[in-house]
C-alpha cells in the first residue's frame, strides 16, 4: 500500500500557503464528510445563501407577498445574469439567469439556428453529455436540418454547417477545448457556436465577447454554488439579439411585461430569450454562489485548481492507477478522472466511508476538485481511502 505521509505533509504546506484558503469556512462541510470529491456535480452550500434564504422566507415572501415583484423580484433574471456574465467576460445585458440547462439549450440551439438560414446541418460531439446530444437531434429534426455527430468537430464544419453545438469541457475525462480557437474555426465557414460551459464557469478563465461567442449556456449548481436544481444561464452577443428568435416566448420575453398584449412582440435584448416566472429563491441562491465565486476571482480559482488537480495526478500515479484527464494543465479542467475496474463499486465503497466521488460508466470515476471548497489535506484524506479500498478488495473484475 502507497505511503501517504510525505503527500499529507505536502498537502498540509499547500493549505497554509493556500490564498483561497479562508473561502472553505463559508460553506457548510458536513462533519460526516471525510472528503467531498463531488463538486463538479453539485457544489456545496454557502453560509451566506442560508442567511440569505431565510430572510427571503421571512421578510419577502412572507412580509411583502406579491409587492416582491415591483420591489426588486422582476429584475433578478437580467441582473443575476449580468453578475454571472461578469464571470464569463461578457459585458451586461447578454446574460440571463432562468429555466434549467436543457430549456436554455433548446432555446440557444432554435436561436442559432434562425442565425444560419439556408444552412442545413447541425454538428455535435459524439462525446457530449447525452441531453446535449439528444436535444441537437430534436431540434435538427424540428428544423429539418441533418444531425452530424463526430469525435472530431474540427474536421465536420463546413459552408453546409448552420450551428454546431459543442462542451468547453468534457464531462467524462475533463479534456478542456479551446473555445476561441473552435469558435474562430467555425466562424471562418459562417456556422453559429452554442457553447456548453457547464463544467467550466466559474474555474476556467472565459472570455466570451473577446472570443466573438454567438451563444452559450450553462448550469449553476457546480463551481457556482447555486444549490441543487438552480436555474441556468443562457448567453447572447449584443450583435445577435435584433434576429434571436426562440421557440419558447413567454410574458416574460415581450417587450411590455404587463401588457399582456394579444399579439407577442419580443423584448429588444436579453430579456427575449427569458419564457415564463422566473424561480425567484433559485435566483437568490446562486447570486450568492456567484458573488463568492467573484470574490474570489476566476483567474485565482483557476491557480489552485491546476494545483489541486496536479497533486491528485501525481497521487493517482503513486498508486499505479490509469488517469484518462490530460496531464497537461492547460488542457484539462478541474476534475480529475481515473479508470478503475468494477468502479461502480469502488464509488459505492468509498462513499459508504465518507469520501464522495462521481461515477460515470462504465469504468470511471470523477474526482471533482471544487477550488474553493477543496483543501490538499481533504484530497490526501479521500485518495488515502481509495488506496485503502483497493488494497482491501484487490483487483476488482
Not at 415581450?254 to 419580443?266: N, Q, T
Request: glycine share 8%; charged share 25%.
Amino acid at each position: 500500500m502507497t505511503d501517504f505521509h510525505s503527500f499529507r505533509e505536502r498537502a498540509a504546506a499547500l493549505d497554509a500557503s493556500d490564498p483561497l484558503a479562508g473561502f472553505r469556512s463559508a460553506f457548510v462541510l458536513d462533519p460526516d464528510v471525510v472528503a467531498y470529491l463531488d463538486g463538479n456535480s453539485l457544489g456545496r452550500l454557502p453560509r451566506r445563501t442560508q442567511e440569505r434564504l431565510a430572510r427571503f422566507v421571512r421578510e419577502e415572501w412572507g412580509g411583502r407577498l406579491i409587492r416582491g415583484w415591483s420591489e426588486g423580484w422582476v429584475d433578478l433574471p437580467v441582473t443575476v445574469g449580468d453578475e454571472v456574465g461578469a464571470l464569463l467576460g461578457a459585458a451586461p445585458g447578454q446574460t440571463v439567469v432562468a429555466d434549467s440547462t436543457s430549456v436554455c439549450l433548446a432555446k440557444a440551439l432554435h436561436a442559432a439556428v434562425s442565425l444560419a438560414p439556408g444552412r442545413d446541418r447541425l454538428v455535435v460531439s459524439a462525446a457530449d453529455f447525452p441531453t446535449d446530444r439528444y436535444l441537437a437531434r430534436r431540434v435538427a429534426a424540428d428544423r429539418g436540418l441533418a444531425i452530424v455527430e463526430v469525435d472530431d468537430l474540427g474536421t465536420a464544419i463546413d459552408e453546409r454547417t448552420a450551428v454546431v453545438l459543442v462542451s468547453h469541457l468534457d464531462y467524462r475525462t475533463g479534456v478542456l477545448l479551446d473555445l476561441p480557437g473552435l469558435t474562430a474555426r467555425a466562424h471562418a465557414d459562417g456556422a453559429v457556436v452554442v457553447w456548453d460551459l457547464c463544467h467550466s464557469a466559474g474555474v476556467v478563465p472565459i472570455d466570451l465577447d473577446a472570443s466573438g461567442a454567438d451563444l452559450a449556456v450553462g448550469c449553476t449548481y457546480k463551481y457556482l454554488n447555486g444549490g441543487p436544481g438552480s436555474p441556468a444561464f443562457l448567453y447572447a452577443a449584443a450583435r445577435h439579439h435584433a434576429r434571436l428568435e426562440q421557440p419558447l416566448p413567454g410574458w416574460w420575453s415581450a417587450d411590455d411585461l404587463f401588457a399582456m398584449a394579444d399579439e407577442y412582440r419580443p423584448a429588444a435584448g436579453i430579456r427575449r430569450m427569458l419564457t415564463g416566472t422566473p424561480p425567484v429563491a433559485g435566483l437568490l441562491a446562486v447570486r450568492e454562489g456567484v458573488a463568492l465565486a467573484a470574490e474570489a476571482g476566476v483567474a485565482a480559482a483557476r491557480v489552485k485548481s491546476e494545483a489541486l488537480t496536479s497533486f491528485c495526478i501525481e497521487m493517482l500515479d503513486a498508486l499505479g492507477l490509469e488517469v484518462v484527464t490530460p496531464r497537461d494543465p492547460a488542457r484539462r479542467g478541474s476534475h480529475v478522472t481515473v479508470r478503475l475496474a468494477d468502479a461502480r463499486a469502488i464509488a459505492e465503497r468509498l462513499t459508504e466511508r465518507g469520501v464522495i466521488p462521481d461515477f460515470r460508466e462504465p469504468d470511471l470515476v470523477r474526482l471533482g476538485l471544487a477550488p474553493l471548497t477543496t483543501s490538499f489535506t481533504e484530497l490526501v484524506d479521500g485518495l488515502s481511502m481509495l488506496a485503502e479500498v483497493l488494497d482491501q478488495v484487490g483487483p476488482l473484475d
